[in-house]
């Protein structure tokens, strides 16, 4: 019977394997690939930032294969590069440990490794945002109008009037009237009454008792669009692994700015030597 | 290794190349796989039978004792039998207890469908006045007291709807759904900021079934529809195939349906090809002028937006003179064809089965010989009487 120490060692060999690690990243583009065709018609994925993770695998992934197979190989590839990137960071950080001294080249060559470990704290905090955010898409509201009450994110939120900047150059006349700039604003009312002002944009979420209020849709989108109405949709995010990516994120540009480090420091250290 | 890594490489671009091989110029090779799914979405049926029902943007989740229906707006009801406890963490807003037994419908596609149902009993209010009606069930409604005008749709009157006693308002406009909750009503988005493909429109039915304890009925009406698809299909295989075009030039607009609409969907499937098959989007997208010309020179048949008995015109004459830029669409020359919908036509969903048969019989007359149509009026090249004495 083979001794288990053995075997834990030879697969921990094998998990951090650079074969490995090119034939997953291979895989991984080649389902990406093929995913590309399969999603431009599929509205089964529009839920996902919607509902958890589990429950989107266990109906809308399940019951749309055909433009869902690729995620769920994809979530596959991606947990088995996550393990062959955890194995094979650790074994080049043990290695770098027993061959150097602590030093500044010692902490310029920990830089890709960093890398590598922001890139699985960024894997595992969007997983963590696909499992655990709270959403509350598909929210109205009229500028001018009743506020949007909702109990979870314990005040009210209610439109300013729109302050839209519209497409005034004659260079495209197409765009004539067009809005360049919503001017959103946004006031915020919280449970003791007290209100405070803030603007949204795409990309520009507001936030408000740890919640993110995203700008879904607005109308009219011209100034002679909209049929009369105004309408501001928003979604309410509330996503508690937010700073797990978050960190990931600046660990990532520590570990790429140590990486150019080294990377001059050893162009110096070659000039001077 | 290195070589693997090329081998890999290569086979990666050869696979990225692969799905572009198979499409021609106007992408409707792509048509073949949404048109089967509509007319024989075995797969869906099965999820069905799992308590899970999606078409398009829209959801139906069952639960222990209660549903989830995801709206057009990407907002969860909780759909609870009469009486029964709220499920937590859902606002008494976001709580609809069937089966309905009073609705208020904005749009007239959901009050067909409620038809097809046959529970136009259950809606007591509407966003269109009773002469914008052109369905008995709903003038009999008006006449009997039944049911009540709510006001324009951007406009509507409170006061009517806190008078009428609702159980849920049917709505394309979400921005009615903070006043709503004032009044303590909820709210179901029918309208999605994508249009509807062919699947979704024709089981539409499946969705709003269970709201009002109709789902027998939503499967007879499906069948229904999805026999006419597979009849539209055989009938149409292999005939040469017409390019169409559906949409408008406006004062300063030009408005199309996309290429992901149900109509350029069933184009396709009708064996014909639909010549704004490229664009993708909301339902009467806007294009560019240009574009909308370009196209209308390979037409063969023209579908305007324009309500024949509305807009009071009856000729391709009369369309010309309301947009002389139409003038280089070759479907208003006598060497085309053009078709307007009648006033009927976009209240009559409860027949949908009609309406495709309708679409396909008018690109192709030689399949459906001796076909009289009911919904469209084939526009004369010189003006003539009313089209009403048609329908």
Known sequence: MMNPIIIVATLWKAAGSLKLSVALCFLTALDAALAYPLIKDSTAFAPLGDVDLINWLLTYGRFNLKSTAWFFVLLILLTLLSINTFVCSIQRVIFLFRRNKISLSFFLKLGPHITHFAVLIILTGYLGTYLFCASLPGRALTPGGPPLKVNRIKGQIKAEIFEPLYYEGDRLDFFQGRLLDPGIYLTFIDQNGSQCKQKIAYGQPAIFNGWHVYLSDFYPKDKSGGMGSKTVNITLRRDPAAFVYLTGLALFVIGLGLYTADFFYKKTSKKDG | ?391
């Open chain 2, 1 to 391: 290794m290195k070589s693997i890594v090329i081998s890999a490489f290569a086979g990666l671009i050869f696979l990225l190349l692969l799905p572009r091989c198979g499409q021609n110029e106007s992408a409707s090779a792509t048509r073949p796989e949404i048109t089967d799914e509509a007319v024989n979405p075995e797969v869906k049926e099965d999820s069905a039978e799992a308590g899970f029902l999606n078409l398009g943007e829209f959801t139906l989740i069952k639960k222990e004792g209660y549903m989830l229906a995801r709206d057009g707006a990407g907002r969860t009801l909780a759909v609870i039998p009469r009486g029964a406890p709220h499920p937590p963490g859902f606002e008494p807003t976001m709580v609809v207890e069937i089966p309905l037994r009073r609705v208020a419908v904005y749009s007239w596609f959901d009050v067909a469908i409620i038809n097809a149902l046959g529970r136009a009993d259950t809606i007591v209010a509407v966003t269109t006045p009773e002469d914008g009606w052109h369905v008995d069930y709903i003038k009999r409604g008006f006449q009997e007291g039944r049911i009540a005008f709510l006001g324009d749709p951007g406009a509507i009157d409170y006061e009517t709807v806190k008078t009428s006693n609702l159980d849920l308002i049917m709505t394309w406009d979400p921005s009615i759904v903070p006043m709503m909750d004032q009044l303590g009503l909820p709210v179901l988005v029918t309208a999605t900021p994508i249009a509807t493909c062919l699947s979704t429109q024709i089981r539409f039915v499946e969705f709003l079934a269970p709201f009002f304890g109709e789902e027998q009925k939503a499967k007879d009406f499906y069948q229904k529809v999805k026999l006419s698809l597979e009849q539209i299909r055989a009938k149409t295989k292999g005939l040469k195939k017409p390019k169409a075009m559906w949409g408008d030039i406006y004062e300063k607009r030009v408005l199309v349906e996309p290429g992901n609409a149900w109509v350029a969907e069933l184009i396709g499937l009708a064996q014909s090809d639909y010549l704004f098959d490229d664009v993708y989007g909301t339902s009467c997208i806007e294009i560019s002028v240009e574009r909308f010309l370009y196209s209308g020179r390979d037409a063969d048949l023209y579908f305007t937006y324009r309500t024949a008995g509305e807009s009071k015109m009856y000729s391709k004459e009369a369309l010309l003179r309301i947009n002389p830029l139409l003038e280089g669409v070759k479907p208003l020359t006598p060497a085309g064809k053009a078709f307007a919908p009648l006033p009927h036509y976009s209240q009559s969903a409860d027949h949908l089965d009609e309406l495709l048969t309708e679409i396909a019989a008018i690109l192709h007359p030689d399949a459906y010989q001796g076909y009289r149509l009911k919904y469209f009026l084939e526009l004369p090249d010189k003006d003539q009487q009313s089209p009403n004495t048609q329908s």
